[in-house]
């Protein structure tokens, strides 16, 4: 018999870029701000329902752009509960393969702002490989940068967010809506970047956090569940030092593991997705592509 040394971690994807996809943009440069509703969560099986964007410069919204879209399948109650749309709202509005082009025009050659972007961004990149569309836009995640400019918050929900400023929002989870909330909050943050001293995109993630809220950003992390087992005595160094490491410097409730210190510790061991609550079942869960 041969003892396995492993454990079951809490691992912690590290937070998000504030800008991916830079391509050394003045930060003066044009946003078009933008929020979907959808039929569910997966960009591979769900579809998109509203569109709605606001093309933003010097402080200002210089055009706007919103339509329903038929999803040509049926949104579930639960959905329409959010987001005030049902099949009735929809059954005459456009399909994608109509609207996808008109949404490119508009985008131009914009820099697309979004709260959680990836999951707005993850359903333009699905539609536009089915329908055969370039798309290699710059995008920028006001979520992940509310998490570094506002450390002391509790909760990063758009509506949350807005509060916390200051900001009346009317109406939540309706397309445009949500657009004209998020250049409100994006207004306030740029202005922030600006004092900092930010000159270009890529000067965002310099700027937008101190080495205090650095420390502190792991707090904020979801965790997934991962079993992590030792191959050789390599990997149960390595392992030892995870533990280390996640109860001395990364425990916040419970001992996080982050990724990237994982990556740079990999050697030695052998990583498993763990139960449902595991990266992996959840993506399997959500159907996401990738």
Not at 216 to 225: M, N, P, R, S, V
């Amino acid at each position: 018999m041969k003892v396995i040394y492993g454990v079951e971690a809490y691992l912690a994807p590290d937070k998000n870029p504030v800008v991916t996809n830079p391509k050394k943009q003045d930060i003066d440069t044009t946003y078009c701000v933008l929020d979907l509703e959808t039929t569910g969560f997966s960009a591979v099986t769900e579809k998109i329902t509203e569109v709605g964007i606001m093309k933003y410069k010097d402080g200002e919204v210089i055009d706007e752009f919103s339509t329903f879209v038929n999803p040509e399948k049926h949104i579930p109650e639960r959905v329409s509960n959010v987001t005030n749309i049902t099949d009735d709202m929809v059954i005459d509005a456009p399909k994608i393969e109509e609207v996808f082009p008109k949404i490119l025009e508009f985008l131009g050659d914009s820099v697309i702002v979004a709260h959680n972007a990836n999951f707005d961004v993850g359903f333009l990149k699905q539609n536009a490989k089915v329908l055969g569309y370039k798309f290699d836009y710059t995008y920028l995640d006001t979520l992940s940068l509310a998490q570094d400019l506002f450390p002391d918050y509790k909760k990063y929900k758009l509506g949350k967010i807005a509060e916390n400023l200051g900001i009346k929002v009317e109406v939540a989870h309706r397309a445009l809506d949500d657009v004209d909330t998020t250049v409100k909050v994006f207004r306030v943050m740029l202005d922030m970047l600006k004092k900092r001293g930010a000159k270009k995109l890529e000067d965002i993630e310099k700027v937008s956090t101190t080495e205090e809220t650095q420390k502190e950003a792991y707090k904020k992390l979801k965790t997934y569940h991962a079993i992590i087992l030792a191959k050789n005595y390599v990997g149960l160094r390595n392992l030892y030092k995870l533990v280390s490491y996640s109860h001395l410097d990364y425990f916040y409730r419970k001992p996080r593991i982050l990724k990237s210190l994982l990556e740079k510790y990999r050697e030695g061991l052998i990583i498993g997705s763990a139960c449902e609550a595991g990266e992996l079942y959840q993506a399997i869960e959500l159907r996401k592509n990738r």
